[in-house]
């Protein structure tokens, strides 16, 4: 299993990668910083077994808090409105 | 570039919250899913992946279980399972039945 290197609390930016393959990073968070809510545990990695590999050593995947105002710029709700993706430590950088 | 199956915040309708009810075919497709995954053969990240490199006029033509079964044939060919050549003929018996 990779080490989680991220702790509930700390800001984080999603890696702006747009790789081939099977990724689980949706679009449209790539490049947008948030918050760490929470270390859901470690999974085989997804790119790896949609290649039908076993997708090991496992990967920390996080549940990540992001401002909706900040991944949607036209957002006319409230600015306290957030909104939650779980998202692979290898997709993320230390903000 | 984004993958077109990609397409969370683009510009839609509303979503369809009817409920559907299953025909046969696809709850046989689903059955065969179920199999394979039990088997090891198949993995969601597998089937999602061959969904994803449907062009994307199909994605978007094709019903929710007819990209499983094109998905479930890529995987059984890969693995070894079925030919092409198997598939073809088979799908051709299936068709003089009418």
């Known amino acids: ?95 | 570039m984004r993958s077109h199956h990609d397409m969370g915040g683009l510009p839609a309708g509303k979503v369809d919250r009817i409920e559907h009810d299953y025909a046969d075919w696809e709850r046989r497709v689903d059955a065969m899913g179920v199999v394979l995954s039990r088997k090891q053969l198949l993995t969601v990240d597998q089937r999602r992946r061959a969904i994803e490199a449907l062009t994307p006029q199909a994605y978007d033509q094709l019903a929710y279980y007819e990209r499983w079964v094109i998905a479930l044939g890529q995987t059984l060919i890969q693995r070894g399972i079925l030919t092409s050549a198997e598939l073809a003929k088979k799908m051709l018996e299936v068709e003089k039945r009418g």
Not at chain 1, 19 to 41: D, N, S, W
Request: proline share 11%; hydrophobic share 35%.
């Open chain 1, 1 to 95: 299993m990779a080490e989680p290197r991220f702790q509930p609390g700390e800001q984080v930016r999603v890696i702006n990668a747009l790789p081939l393959g099977h990724v689980r990073t949706p679009f449209y968070i790539r490049g947008k910083t948030g918050t760490i809510e929470r270390y859901c545990g470690s999974f085989p990695n997804p790119e790896e077994l949609a290649q039908m590999r076993d997708g090991l050593p496992a990967q920390p995947l996080y549940r990540v808090k992001f401002r909706q105002q900040e991944v949607w710029p036209d957002y006319d709700g409230s600015p306290n409105d957030v909104l939650e993706v779980e998202i692979y430590q290898h997709w993320l950088e230390k903000a």
